[in-house]
């Protein structure tokens, strides 16, 4: 059983830049797709981000909304994946969610939460105008 610790959430003013760290502990994540969703209050789930496992040329997606603004990265030997967000805009606030894919590496180049076989707690990030 794969748990995910995401940290890094805060407050930060518009323009502003957050790097958010999911922790995975259990097992390796190496293999599997790893991904990032966002809920914003009232609205559903959305996906941000994902990055593909080992085995494959790494490649990552993105929705494209985001594209240009955030990165998704991880580094294997700490079993850990990140998010670094730049020009931040009020409508990023949400809490981010850190998930691990079933597979390893998102068909339709977006993450699907019915895919999605773990999900961390998520971490709030508040971006004030």
């Known amino acids: 059983q794969v748990q995910l610790v995401e940290s890094g959430g805060g407050l930060v003013q518009a323009g502003g830049s957050l790097r958010l760290s999911c922790a995975a502990s259990?097992?390796?994540?190496?293999?599997?797709?790893m991904g990032w969703f966002r809920q914003a209050p009232g609205k559903e789930r959305e996906f941000v981000a994902a990055i593909s496992g080992s085995g494959n040329s790494i490649s990552t997606y993105y929705a494209d909304s985001l594209k240009g603004r955030f990165t998704i990265a991880r580094d294997n030997a700490k079993n850990t994946v990140y998010l670094q967000m730049s020009s931040l805009k009020p409508e990023d606030t949400a809490v981010y969610y850190c998930?691990?894919?079933?597979?390893?590496?998102?068909?339709?180049?977006?993450?699907?939460?019915?895919?999605?076989?773990?999900w961390g707690q998520g971490t709030l990030v508040i971006v004030s105008s």
């Open positions: 259990g097992r390796t994540i190496s293999s599997h797709a």
């Open positions: 998930a691990e894919d079933s597979t390893s590496a998102p068909a339709m180049g977006v993450m699907l939460p019915s895919y999605v076989e773990h």
